[in-house]
């Protein structure tokens, strides 16, 4: 898969990305963490209605690589799950920005959104 970096999103160092709709926050990994891990065989998510805070764990990811963990990029409840990637985990690399969600959070401190990278920072932070 070739690294495609979505001019809409937000991105962490940690390589999880968000989309903004309103007060709802998709969160997801990146092209760039897909390509790093290779085949993605299982992905462990938390139950919905739990409150997190920016920087907490939030499950994990695990390839035939690696076990990495997801952190939340901005804190708030969360509000709906991707079920089809625990059951499909392959989903997250074939289609990352799309089908490959992972959590979605609503949005407790819109302010935590300005700490966030712009797709230029990321770029610049990947390939740097």
Same mark, same amino acid.
């Given at each position: 898969? =070739? ?6 999103? =937000? ?6 990305? /968000? ?14 963490? /897909?390509?790093? &891990?290779?085949?993605? /065989? ?22 035939? =690589? ?17 079920? #089809? ?18 959590? =979605? ?7 935590? &959104?300005?700490? &966030?990278?712009? /797709?230029?920072?990321?770029? #610049?932070?990947?390939?740097?």
């Amino acid at each position: 898969m =070739k690294n495609e970096y979505p001019q809409d999103l =937000k991105y962490v160092d940690s390589h999880e990305y /968000v989309r903004v709709e309103g007060d709802i926050a998709t969160i997801g990994i990146t092209s760039f963490a /897909v390509n790093q &891990l290779g085949d993605i /065989v299982f992905i462990e998510m938390p139950e919905i209605n739990t409150d997190v805070t920016q920087g907490d764990n939030l499950g994990s990811i695990e390839s035939v =690589k690696a076990v990495e963990s997801i952190y939340a990029p901005i804190s708030g409840t969360i509000v709906d799950r991707n079920d #089809s990637a625990i059951d499909s985990p392959e989903i997250l690399g074939e289609s990352p920005y799309t089908d490959g969600w992972i959590i =979605k959070i609503r949005i407790s401190n819109p302010e935590e &959104l300005e700490t &966030l990278m712009t /797709v230029e920072k990321y770029i #610049s932070f990947v390939e740097g």
